[in-house]
């Protein structure tokens, strides 16, 4: 198993940046995909985005696409999300996870949370207009 542990959540002023911060330990974190996704009061999680084993391939809601970065440091066992450019629509609870596999070739299963065995507690992030 994988534990994960989410950092970097606070309130800033929209137009801002945060980076978000997935710290990983247990089995070796670059078996893993890794993903974000997001859960705002009263609506359901949704997907962020997402990047492979290697951190190479990325994928991203249509929302947040071009200012939003996903990343990962396997030699650190740490994934990030770095926002930019925050609306107060991006207000939620942001959540990295962790699939068991490392690779998909339907791209859409990265956005599926039923394909991540992994979870971690979430980072608030609030923007205020």
């Known amino acids: 198993q994988v534990q994960l542990v989410e950092s970097g959540g606070e309130l800033v002023q929209a137009g801002g940046s945060l980076r978000l911060s997935c710290a990983a330990s247990g089995r070796t974190f670059s078996n893993y995909a890794m993903g974000w996704f997001r859960q705002a009061p009263g609506e359901e999680r949704e997907f962020v985005a997402a990047t492979n084993w290697r951190g190479d391939l990325t994928y991203y809601t249509d929302s947040v696409k071009g200012r939003f970065t996903i990343s990962r440091d396997n030699a650190k066992n740490m994934g990030y999300l770095q926002i930019n450019s925050l609306k107060p629509e991006d207000t939620a609870v942001y959540y990295c996870?962790?699939?068991?596999?490392?690779?998909?070739?339907?791209?859409?299963?990265?956005?599926?949370?039923?394909?991540?065995?992994?979870w971690g507690q979430g980072t608030q992030v609030t923007v205020s207009s």
């Open positions: 996870a962790a699939s068991e596999i490392a690779y998909y070739s339907d791209t859409n299963s990265y956005a599926n949370p039923m394909e991540y065995a992994y």
